[in-house]
């Protein structure tokens, strides 16, 4: 059976964790903005960490549901609305034939994650769904084209399942003030410790430049000893310093390869909290090392890894 779109709002595209193993022949990767709500949606399912979803930007979406299932709403606070009764984000609701969701605009926050139980099924062009639309990849007709009114998206007919949702505790909280962690790269040391203390004291401004690719900072302007490098590979959260010295966050959809040099690289839980920043926000950076990085992510990787079948049912602590 499937979900069908009544309104898409201004850009609501199917994603799962991403299409990996082909950045050597220019392939983005794609993939959730926001990691951490995704994760949290198909956990509340009980699914596959990698089930598809929908992320929907700022809001203004609205579907209905032409069988039942299990949904699971996380992200930016949409104020949504089931047939026309408020719910709550970061929880999982039961739906049925002819229900309606209804999501306005953010709250606070830029994204929300909309996901059903077992995940919709659509095409996977090169192992994934996950929509780019530069690379003409994922998406519901997987040529990277982002969803529109009246569109049909399939997903398995389930019976509902019992309400889950995170506990208080574990909901971040959005904000247009944070402070994200900077891995120093290997470029590190062609900047003067005059240049990093600059950019680890700064504060910055996001812009309206800003999109999956990456977004552009606003601020005190950061100076490179050497500006002219051959392009190389670009990792996720990578932060460039073009001619103009004002800093750049790749993001899901970056272009594969780059010259301008690099001061260091933002964490993942970093990107999750930039991926919910709207235009304007205050964003600093502080100093993060590599080990300690690693391992918080690797418990975070070891917690989403570990919720299907009998141990997910048994875990209640983090789930009320």
Known sequence: MTLRILTAGPLSLLQDLGRFGHQAIGVST???????AFLWGNRLLGNDRNAAQIEIAMGQFSCEFYAETTIALTGADMAATLNGQPIAFWQS???RQGDQLALRGARSGMRAYLAVQGGFKVPTPLNSCATVIRDELGGLQGVGE???????????VSQPMATKQVLPQFIPQYSQQ???EVIPGYQYDLFTPEQRQ???NASYTLTPQMDRMGCRLSGEAIECQKRNLISEGIALGAIQIPADGQPIVLLRD???IGGYPKIGCVTAKGLSQLAQ???GAEIRFVE??????EAEHSIQQQFFHGYVGKKWRQEQTLVG
């Open 30 to 36: 794609g993939g959730p903005m926001d990691e951490h």
């Open 93 to 95: 609701y039961p739906v």
């Open 146 to 156: 982002k969803l529109n009114a009246k569109d049909y998206i399939r997903y398995s």
């Open 178 to 180: 944070v402070t994200l």
């Open 198 to 200: 600059r950019f680890f």
């Open 254 to 256: 970056r272009q594969t």
């Open 277 to 279: 920043c709207q235009p």
């Open 288 to 293: 993060k090392n590599l080990y300690e990085a």
